[in-house]
């Protein structure tokens, strides 16, 4: 681009941001009139300025679209600033200035068209875009690269607006042209339009061959820093044929690696690391070492940068660790901290820290720990102390090591140390039981300084697991209940639990205390989870002591070192998310992107992203306290936005051509009732799930009894659940509004994000409720329920099986993993296996074949397969026999957790 002005022009404008006097419009307005071309210039940068700190001069609008006229290209520039800048608000006026848009888009200074057609590329206003398809089309194919670059980038953003139009013009195509331009700029720029257009749309535009492989991996050298990340980050979403190609694409990338732009050695990071998946192990092990070689030294280059990037570069860094530890597992003291690293650098480096610790460098690290234990941090002291408890976690023949220092630490007295020492200690204990119980008396010795609730707990979980082994085990414990009232929940529940178990060992001389404990836990509390274990445990001891032995003192397992945290599929996900804030967040883009709704069918499903609509609004934080008088909000409900649009489930298109039997077997929810009137400030609420489109949604009945004010909008959220669901938006906006008396049905679209998901322990059946909690903004009243989730909901479309890969599934899985059930009366339909067939199939329950079973006159069987929207397969054989009205179920999983749950489903539907 031209200059901006003279010579000392940067230096002289801020003069144009001083404060001008009243009457300041009349007095631009004259100047923008002026015939002297230097007074025209000042007088819009005095415009443009009086913009940029939020003045309002739209009333100036004919006035500096006068100025345009111009051949000054300073002047040009400013007053499409201005333009860009208004056409929201006056877009009848901007069409005013089409007609120098196309003049100038045929201007012989290729600065100029350019110029034009970025500027109506910008020009958010509909009816612009009519007129912006012919410059556009003739800019994609200008003689001058810097158009042609200009013009790439315009079509992404008038996808944005008018995704049918540039398919129509076929923008795309000519920018698949672009991609094998001369100019490495030009490809750049071509990448990232299509980069654009793909993450708006959803859909794979890219479309990368061999051919056009090499002209990227040919502009990869010569194009800008920016331009050679969108390169890489396009390279990492495809996927090579073999390892082969794999291999010399990356040999081809490695240089970028030396790259003086961290962006572009991360991007390049990226696509050797999803490459090397590919390439496996076995007859690639040499070239795998070598890589891992080469990846180590330019990571350990960007800890010497700023702060900044070096906290997001231990970030990816975190991510890269835990998918190939032994890139870095040499280059541990690069890590270390220094005395000037910031916290959140230093936070950040022990948890590479301890990722990396080996039994080859435990007692180095050990050494770094104790000595970042004395900063005068607390938080990064306490990190400190709680990174020596991983690292003996971790570590199982240095257990012993870690425990000595930890020792160590809690002789200095200091009450913060202490309290984080015995809190780790606590996870010591539970990761290997019955071997390091002689340091308890060191650890009863220091009873006084613990005032923190998790350090309490931890200390009385010591008492109560080990009591026979402390002699005044009851005495300890008698302390901590003369506060019982006044403690935290959490203490409250481990006094609870610890004194049962000392009665248990004990039960002579804890017979008192226990009776006392369990009065104050059933009668005195209003936590519920005190209240209910209070009656299970009184029950248990009044009715079965030796039950009561085998649940409370039975062996519990041990606690698994969490260093590796993340699942792999997530880490999966992340690791080709590398350099974007998914890496930094470690979480999926969907859990934290909220997109804006599309603009209707003819946008083809593209997203407006009118900043308008993404704002939310927060309300303060006391309000729902307040208002609903209940409880703290654990699912935070506080502070939720109100401006987002809800979306809805798509209506029926009431197509002629479409399959009949798929419209009669369109899935319901199963409604039941949640919430009463009485819970919920005068609301009824039914709830159900279903799937439409192959969205899923929370079908919401909502029956207004007796609130007076109009229900009008909702704010939802849901709590962690077996399924990974929540709200698409968290708010519900009614329409129309339900009044006293009167009900309406709503729904809420839910997505299914990994971060919702919980840890289910093996073996163990998933949890099928949803816990959900409402705020209804009306009236400020927040209510809290439960609902069995609908299994079926979460069946994708995309479970269908050829009946080799069904048969070879089938095999594959163990005999013992076979589930069974019988459904009875069953209505006429649900025994015809066509109608079954077709009902199943809108459920995405797909067919894949039947057949009479053997020597057993007038029974058939038949097979169906399923996958959910989070990758689970379950394959069913469903036995029919003639003139009975009973089915018999037979499903087989590897996801054991979820097998009763889908067996469950097919039941429903072969009812309903």
Not at 277 to 294: F, H, Q, S, V, W
Not at 596 to 618: F, I, N, P, Q, T
Request: hydrophobic share 40%; aromatic share 6%; glycine share 4%.
């Amino acid at each position: 681009m031209g200059p901006m002005g003279g010579k000392d022009a940067g230096g002289q404008d801020s003069r144009f941001f001083t404060t001008q006097k009243k009457g300041e419009m009349h007095e631009l307005r004259l100047e923008l009139h002026s015939t002297d071309r230097t007074a025209k210039v000042d007088a819009v940068k005095k415009v443009i300025a009086s913009m940029t700190v939020g003045k309002d001069v739209s009333m100036l609008f004919t006035d500096v679209l006068n100025c345009v006229q111009t051949g000054n290209i300073e002047l040009k520039k400013l007053v499409y600033l201005y333009l860009i800048n208004y056409a929201k608000s006056q877009p009848e006026l901007t069409l005013l200035a089409v007609n120098t848009f196309v003049k100038d888009a045929n201007d012989p200074n290729p600065l100029i068209r350019a110029l034009a057609v970025r500027t109506m590329g910008c020009i958010r206003v509909d009816r612009i875009t009519e007129y912006l398809c012919e410059p556009l089309s003739r800019a994609l194919r200008d003689e001058d690269p810097y158009v042609r670059k200009t013009a790439a980038v315009c079509v992404a953003k008038l996808f944005d607006i008018a995704p049918a139009l540039v398919q129509e013009r076929g923008f795309l195509e000519v920018l698949h042209d672009l991609i094998s331009d001369s100019n490495p700029s030009v490809v750049a720029n071509g990448v990232a339009a299509l980069s654009e257009i793909a993450e708006t749309s959803g859909r794979d535009v890219m479309k990368i061959s061999a051919s056009v492989l090499q002209k990227l991996l040919a502009a990869l050298n010569e194009c800008t820093e920016w331009g050679q990340v969108f390169i890489l980050d396009s390279l990492a979403k495809y996927t090579p044929a073999d390892a082969r190609e794999a291999e010399g694409i990356i040999e081809r990338v490695t240089p970028r690696l030396q790259h003086a732009n961290s962006a572009v050695v991360m991007s390049a990071v990226k696509v050797i690391l999803s490459y090397m998946e590919i390439m496996g192990n076995g007859a690639n092990a040499d070239a795998i070492r070598n890589l891992t070689r080469k990846l180590a030294p330019p990571l350990v280059t960007l800890l010497n940068s700023e702060p900044e990037i070096q906290y997001v570069a231990l970030r990816n860094i975190n991510l890269i660790v835990q998918k190939r530890p032994n890139i870095l597992e040499n280059e541990i003291k690069v890590f270390f901290c220094k005395y000037n690293d910031p916290i959140y650098v230093k936070m950040e480096k022990l948890e590479i820290v301890i990722k990396l610790v080996s039994e080859r460098n435990i007692d180095q690290v050990l050494l770094e720990l104790k000595e970042y234990a004395t900063e005068v941090d607390v938080d990064f002291v306490r990190k400190s102390v709680s990174a020596i408890g991983r690292c003996a976690v971790k570590l199982e023949r240095a257990a012993e090591r870690c425990i000595g220092v930890l020792l160590e630490l809690i002789q200095t007295k200091v009450n913060y140390v202490v309290q984080e020492s015995v809190i780790v200690i606590k996870d010591i204990f539970r990761r290997y039981p019955n071997r390091y119980e002689s340091i308890i008396a060191t650890l009863c010795d220091n009873l006084d300084t613990l005032d923190e609730p998790l350090a309490k707990a931890s200390m009385i979980w010591i008492i109560g697991e080990y009591a026979e082994r402390i002699d005044n085990a009851d005495e300890l414990l008698d302390a901590f209940l003369e506060t019982f009232e006044e403690e935290d929940p959490a203490v409250q529940l481990q006094l609870l639990t610890a004194t049962v178990k000392c009665f248990l060992k004990n039960p002579e001389d804890t017979q008192e205390m226990v009776q006392r404990v369990l009065d104050m836990a059933t009668e005195e509390s209003d936590n519920p989870d005190l209240r209910d274990r209070g009656f299970i445990y009184w029950r248990l001891l009044s009715t079965d002591p030796e039950a009561a032995k085998l649940v409370v003192l039975g062996d519990k397992p041990v606690i698994e070192d969490d260093t590796f945290k993340l699942e792999p599929n997530l880490l999966n996900v992340l690791i080709g998310q590398i350099a974007t804030l998914s890496s930094i967040y470690h979480k999926p883009p969907e859990a934290f992107v909220v997109r804006a709704h599309s603009r209707g069918a003819s946008s083809d499903g593209v997203l407006d992203e009118d900043d308008d609509d993404d704002e939310e609004d927060y309300e303060d934080d006391n309000d729902v306290t307040a208002s609903s008088g209940g409880p703290v909000d654990l699912l935070d409900l506080d502070g939720m936005g109100i401006t987002e649009d809800t979306p809805k489930p798509p209506a029926p298109t009431g197509d002629v051509f479409s399959d009949s039997s798929t419209n009669q077997y369109e899935p319901q929810a199963r409604m039941s009732k949640v919430c009463g009137a009485d819970k919920s400030g005068g609301l009824e609420i039914f709830a159900g799930f279903r799937q439409v489109n192959n969205k899923i949604f929370m079908e919401l009945d909502i029956n207004n009894i007796s609130c007076a004010v109009p229900v009008s909008s909702l704010a939802i959220q849901l709590n962690k659940n077996s399924f990974g669901l929540s709200p698409a938006s968290q708010q519900l906006q009614c329409t129309p509004t339900v009044v006293q008396g009167n009900s309406g049905r709503h729904s809420v679209e839910l997505v299914v994000t990994p971060s919702m998901l919980p840890t289910i322990p093996a073996n163990q059946p998933a949890n099928p409720q949803v816990q959900v909690a409402i705020k209804n903004m009306a009236t400020g009243n927040v209510f809290y329920f439960a609902v069995n989730f609908n299994f079926e909901a979460i069946f994708g479309p995309d479970g269908a099986l050829d009946r080799t890969a069904f048969i070879d599934a089938w095999k594959s899985i163990d005999d013992r993993k076979e589930l069974y059930g019988t459904v009875s009366d069953l209505p006429a339909a649900s025994t015809d296996i066509d109608q079954i067939q077709a009902k199943f199939t809108a459920n995405n329950v797909f067919f894949i074949a039947r057949r009479p079973v053997p020597n057993a006159e007038g029974q058939e069987v038949v097979y169906f397969s399923m996958r959910t929207v989070t990758g689970m397969e379950f394959l069913a054989e469903l036995t029919f026999k003639q003139g009975i009205n009973a089915c018999k179920v037979c499903l087989k999983t590897e996801s054991a957790s979820y097998g009763v749950l889908a067996r469950l489903a097919l039941e429903n539907l072969l009812r309903n």
